[in-house]
């Protein structure tokens, strides 16, 4: 549900900005929108009218002050409110040149009533005339910056909606139990059931599990948005940065058969069958009398600690690649253990690790083993970051999140109150930390409609 668009004041001004990328292209569009949109489309197209709205119309450009022609292109006309932004826009189609388009936001800059827009100022009216709500301009920016097919669909779904009515659904269990409260505390001399304050109480509770079941989802959304980051570890010398190289297929990491060549963590970005990885090259761990060595050991369990799969690549041209070293990674049972250099292994035998399981055999040297890996790794960043389209849509930012565990601990704390009045004030604040996830912070115009149809006092 969107708010009504509150009226203008008659100063506000009127925007215009390029909408595609600065620079050589083929067409350039440029829009305008505010009071003064039509105005402009006029002054510089020479009509007397806009066109037919939501129609490409064929226009020549001209400078307003000289009558020169600036442009041969194409104009749209969105009278508001049913527009992007829900006031009065233009679109100017130019030819994409460095040249045209100063030529065309110069002409526009001079005419009454019009100021450059600020970066997001569209869609701020947009939000400001009610047509997006804040998840909606969040998913918009996402879908902007989407890198890969799966950030897409992602940013395209709650670009739609989707996060915006699961949230609003449960902000509507949320206001009409407070509607319910408040009523037993106004009317209290009239005769409500006795077992409402109970009844209410249990749906607050249905509520509160909803919402901690979602809160306890794996941060699906937030990784897919900003990638899985994986952290390559292992002792020196065995090929992690061999490794980057090759899944980056590109020299990102200097390699080289001295040990401790790593120092920095380095990052290289991969999109794994739509899905973005951040992978971190890092130094060999090993106890350094190198103060330098030592700060990039650190680093690197700095990165084992914040990412999300650890990569542990072990050296297969030593007799005994399980290092003390490694042996926390090891323990851990979610580390994906890998074994290279399996060219220089002879008969050797691989060793094993705890639980029975045995580490993927690679060998850099020869490609063996690179497409197993390559295959593992991707299922693996898949399973951490996909969510079905039948799921419930994920939360995409950890303001989504804070504001979500808000609103469970405001639910929790209206559970234990110990007067109605102090339940309806914990309801009011989990209601306000929802509405501000979408950016509806009023609660008073639903209040009305259901107390409208609430019959009391008859
Ligand atoms: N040239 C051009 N391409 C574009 C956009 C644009 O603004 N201009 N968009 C910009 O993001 C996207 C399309 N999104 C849009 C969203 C809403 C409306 C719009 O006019 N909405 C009216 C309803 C119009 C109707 O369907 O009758 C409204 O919401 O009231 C236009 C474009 C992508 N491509
Ligand atoms: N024979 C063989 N040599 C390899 C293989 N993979 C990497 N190397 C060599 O091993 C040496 C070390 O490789 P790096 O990728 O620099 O190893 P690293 O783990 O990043 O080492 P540090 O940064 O020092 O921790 C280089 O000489 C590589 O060419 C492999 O599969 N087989
Ligand atoms: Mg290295």
Not at 148 to 166: F, M, N, S, V, Y
Not at 354 to 370: D, E, I, N, V
Request: charged share 25%; aromatic share 2%; glycine share 8%.
């Amino acid at each position: 549900m969107l708010r009504a668009m509150p009226t203008q004041p008659p100063d506000t001004p009127t925007l215009f900005a390029l909408s595609t990328a600065p620079g050589r292209a083929g067409v350039a569009v440029i829009r305008v929108s505010g009071p003064n949109a039509g105005a402009a489309l006029c002054a510089l197209t020479g009509r007397a009218a806009p066109p037919e709205p939501r129609r490409a119309t064929r226009a020549r450009f001209r400078d307003p002050a000289t009558g020169e022609t600036l442009d041969d292109g194409l104009v749209l006309w969105f009278p508001g409110p049913a527009s992007y932004t829900g006031e009065d826009m233009a679109e100017l189609h130019g030819h994409g040149g460095r040249a045209t388009i100063r030529a065309l936001l110069d002409a526009l800059a001079v005419l009454p009533g019009l100021t450059p827009a600020e970066p997001g100022a569209f869609t701020r009216r947009a939000f400001d005339a009610g047509k997006l709500d804040l998840t909606a301009v969040e998913a918009l920016a996402d879908l902007i910056d989407a890198e890969t097919a799966a950030q897409r669909r992602q940013a395209l779904r709650q670009k739609d909606g989707a996060l915006a009515r699961l949230v609003e659904g449960w902000r509507e269990r949320l206001v009409r139990a407070l509607a319910h409260l408040e009523a037993t505390i106004d009317f209290s001399d009239e005769d409500l059931p006795e077992t409402l304050l109970p009844s209410l109480l249990d749906d607050v509770a249905a509520l509160e599990a909803d919402i901690a079941a979602h809160l306890a989802e794996p941060p699906r959304g937030e990784r897919l948005r900003d990638g899985v980051h994986v952290a390559v570890l292992g002792p020196p010398n065995a090929g992690k940065s061999s490794l980057v190289n090759a899944l980056a297929r590109r020299e990102a990491a200097i390699v080289s058969a001295i040990a401790g060549t790593t120092r920095d963590v380095v990052e290289v970005h991969l999109d794994l069958d739509g899905f973005p990885v951040v992978l971190a090259d890092t130094a060999g761990l090993r106890d350094s009398a190198d103060v330098i060595e030592q700060e990039g050991v650190r680093r690197a369990h700095a990165r084992a600690e914040a990412a999300d799969l650890r990569l542990l690549l072990l050296d297969g041209g030593v007799e005994d690649p399980l290092d003390p070293a490694v042996a926390p990674l090891v323990a851990d049972a979610e580390t994906l253990v890998v074994l290279n250099k399996t060219d220089l292994r002879g008969a050797a035998p691989f060793p094993i690790l705890p639980g029975g399981r045995a580490p993927l055999p690679l060998s850099l040297a020869t490609g063996a083993g690179l497409q197993a890996l390559l295959s593992m790794l991707t299922e693996r960043v898949r399973s951490q970051s996909e969510t079905g389209a039948a799921a419930p849509p994920a939360l995409t930012r950890a303001r989504h999140r804070h504001a979500l565990e808000e609103t469970r601990d405001a639910l929790a704390r209206a559970r234990e109150a110990p007067l109605p009045e102090l339940v309806a004030e914990d309801l009011r604040l989990a209601a306000r930390a929802l509405g501000r996830l979408t950016g509806r912070v009023d609660v008073e115009d639903l209040l009305d409609v259901i107390f409208g149809d609430f019959c009391i006092g008859k």
